[in-house]
């Protein structure tokens, strides 16, 4: 207590209670040669006018996505969203809303979180999803902890998750971040040449705690061995399946092939791709994981005059209880960005998810056929084992007669933003190939637009 010294600044309070004279000896720590002792480079103090002059200039170094033709993906989509999500998500009942912890004033909000939870099991064939999760590669980490904690093995065994090869840096980086100091060893599940699973590879993973993989997988491609890897695997052997969310308009939901958990981006619901966020991400399981799940769960029971309520449930999972119980720190999650999905994905309706997923298909596919055309541009994998070339959704990958970057660039001046050199996101991709992308929002204009651009770059020499 300081309560004798009245005259002291809060700042000299705090000082005095830790028995400090002043700022420099509670900084003492930090070595001389590192601290910065001339003044922050900063303007001068600038009126609303000015900034707001600024942030016009600043963004205006921003080429707009829809501005010009646009083909790249990778996880991030340019699907259409409804004006009337935004508008929707806007209202003060949504917006200003925090965390529904007293049900008895929050009914609204809980059931528009119960709601994207039927939703999402309802789209991936599973019994149980929770709110959300950060985005898809905290959700894929998320999923493979939980899995552990559910076949957690003898101390003798180490506790061995298999990942499919080729994923994204920024994927597997959050993975192994999760695993670090976890007692979990990351193995990697080899593709065969067509770019699928190794399904003989995938032996060796039974008995393991997990297998993670993705459909359509980092290449584009729909790996039809998914279906059977469950029975390779065991049951002893949780499956995750990592979901381009779309495309379940079109494929079959991953619970329908035995899959355990299933997660991924939502942002192709309800969101742009904004830069990379704010963006949400999906967790669906089977009851066996319900008690290992992370994140928050709004349950449907009766109140006490038998009429429909929702609540928060399963809460010692999260921070805010018992946080000496979580299962994760994963708390503060997406809740807002994921009922912009609910919204998209009511407004559409099974029907409409439907005609999305197709769209999807059929851009991809006009535009893999017109950039297939070029001489010297061919498929990155174009042996699917079973005499035709392998399906692909939202995005292909092929193999350029040049660097991937070179031809980026000569898109790039011709006002084409033409995809995304894998070499840029997988470690031990060659840099002639480039990956793709085509959603609802690529015209016959846009297809051509690149494939002009990339035959004139072919045949001046690739440079």
Same mark, same amino acid.
């Given at each position: 207590?300081?309560?004798?010294?009245?005259?002291?600044?809060?700042?000299?309070?705090? &000082?005095?209670?830790?028995?400090?004279?002043?700022?420099?000896?509670?900084?003492?720590?930090?070595?001389?040669?590192?601290?910065?002792?001339?003044?922050?480079?900063?303007?001068?103090?600038?009126?609303?006018?000015?900034?707001?002059?600024?942030?016009?200039?600043?963004?205006?170094?921003?080429?707009?996505?829809?501005?010009?033709?646009?083909?790249?993906?990778?996880?991030? !989509?340019?699907?259409?969203?409804?004006?009337?999500?935004?508008?929707?998500?806007?209202?003060?009942?949504?917006?200003?809303?925090?965390?529904?912890?007293?049900?008895?004033?929050?009914?609204?909000?809980?059931?528009?979180?119960?709601?994207?939870?039927?939703?999402?099991?309802?789209?991936?064939?599973?019994?149980?999803?929770?709110?959300?999760? !950060?985005?898809?590669?905290?959700?894929?980490?998320?999923?493979?902890?939980?899995?552990?904690?559910?076949?957690?093995?003898?101390?003798?065994?180490?506790?061995?998750?298999?990942?499919?090869?080729?994923?994204?840096?920024?994927?597997?980086?959050?993975?192994?971040? !999760?695993?670090?100091?976890?007692?979990?060893?990351?193995?990697?599940?080899?593709?065969?040449?067509?770019?699928?699973?190794?399904?003989?590879?995938?032996?060796?993973?039974?008995?393991?705690?997990?297998?993670?993989?993705?459909?359509?997988?980092?290449?584009?491609?729909?790996?039809?061995?998914?279906?059977?890897?469950?029975?390779?695997?065991?049951?002893?052997?949780?499956?995750?399946?990592?979901?381009?969310?779309?495309?379940?308009?079109? &494929?079959?939901?991953?619970?329908? !092939?035995?899959?355990?958990?299933?997660?991924?981006?939502?942002?192709?619901?309800?969101?742009?791709?904004?830069?990379?966020?704010?963006?949400?991400?999906?967790?669906?399981?089977?009851?066996?994981?319900?008690?290992?799940?992370?994140?928050?769960?709004?349950?449907?029971?009766?109140?006490?005059?038998?009429?429909?309520?929702?609540?928060?449930?399963?809460?010692?999972?999260?921070?805010?209880?018992?946080?000496?119980?979580?299962?994760?720190?994963?708390?503060?999650?997406?809740?807002?960005?994921?009922?912009?999905?609910?919204?998209?994905?009511?407004?559409?309706?099974?029907?409409?998810?439907?005609?999305?997923?197709?769209?999807?298909?059929?851009?991809?596919?006009?535009?893999?056929?017109?950039?297939?055309?070029?001489?010297?541009?061919?498929?990155?994998?174009?042996?699917?084992?079973?005499?035709?070339?392998?399906?692909?959704?939202?995005?292909?990958?092929?193999?350029?007669?040049?660097?991937?970057?070179?031809?980026?660039?000569?898109?790039?001046?011709?006002?084409?933003?033409?995809? &995304?050199?894998?070499?840029?996101?997988?470690?031990?991709?060659?840099?002639?190939?480039?990956?793709?992308?085509?959603?609802?929002?690529?015209?016959?204009?846009?297809?051509?637009?690149?494939?002009?651009?990339?035959?004139?770059?072919?045949?001046?020499?690739?440079?």
């Amino acid at each position: 207590m300081v309560d004798h010294l009245p005259n002291l600044g809060r700042e000299a309070e705090m &000082l005095h209670s830790m028995g400090l004279e002043s700022i420099e000896d509670l900084f003492s720590d930090i070595p001389e040669d590192i601290k910065r002792v001339e003044p922050l480079d900063l303007p001068l103090p600038q009126t609303e006018e000015e900034i707001w002059a600024d942030a016009q200039r600043l963004l205006g170094a921003n080429i707009a996505m829809n501005s010009r033709p646009n083909f790249l993906g990778a996880g991030l !989509y340019q699907n259409f969203v409804p004006t009337m999500v935004p508008m929707m998500a806007t209202r003060g009942e949504f917006l200003t809303a925090y965390t529904p912890y007293q049900p008895e004033v929050s009914q609204g909000m809980l059931q528009a979180m119960w709601e994207f939870q039927t939703m999402i099991s309802e789209l991936v064939g599973l019994p149980v999803s929770n709110v959300s999760m !950060y985005d898809a590669s905290t959700a894929a980490a998320e999923a493979i902890t939980c899995a552990v904690r559910v076949h957690n093995r003898k101390a003798s065994q180490p506790n061995v998750v298999y990942v499919t090869e080729w994923l994204p840096e920024h994927r597997l980086s959050v993975i192994q971040n !999760y695993v670090v100091g976890a007692d979990i060893e990351i193995r990697l599940l080899t593709t065969n040449d067509d770019g699928k699973i190794n399904l003989e590879m995938a032996k060796n993973a039974n008995g393991c705690c997990a297998v993670y993989v993705e459909q359509p997988n980092p290449f584009g491609i729909i790996d039809t061995n998914i279906q059977n890897l469950k029975e390779i695997i065991g049951d002893d052997t949780a499956l995750i399946v990592g979901v381009n969310a779309t495309s379940l308009g079109l &494929l079959t939901p991953p619970g329908e !092939y035995g899959a355990d958990i299933v997660v991924g981006e939502g942002q192709a619901f309800g969101i742009g791709a904004t830069a990379g966020g704010p963006i949400y991400g999906l967790f669906a399981c089977t009851e066996k994981y319900l008690r290992q799940m992370p994140g928050r769960i709004v349950g449907k029971t009766f109140d006490s005059n038998g009429k429909q309520a929702f609540t928060l449930t399963l809460s010692t999972r999260e921070q805010h209880i018992r946080r000496h119980k979580a299962t994760s720190n994963i708390c503060s999650n997406e809740t807002l960005i994921a009922l912009m999905g609910a919204m998209h994905m009511a407004l559409l309706g099974p029907s409409g998810v439907q005609k999305l997923a197709i769209r999807n298909t059929a851009a991809c596919e006009m535009t893999k056929r017109s950039v297939l055309s070029i001489p010297g541009i061919e498929l990155l994998h174009n042996d699917s084992g079973e005499n035709q070339p392998p399906q692909h959704y939202n995005e292909f990958s092929v193999i350029l007669p040049g660097s991937a970057t070179s031809a980026l660039s000569f898109l790039n001046h011709r006002g084409v933003t033409g995809g &995304l050199a894998l070499s840029d996101i997988m470690e031990g991709a060659d840099d002639s190939w480039l990956l793709i992308s085509a959603t609802d929002q690529t015209k016959l204009d846009d297809i051509q637009e690149l494939s002009v651009g990339l035959n004139e770059w072919v045949l001046g020499g690739c440079s």
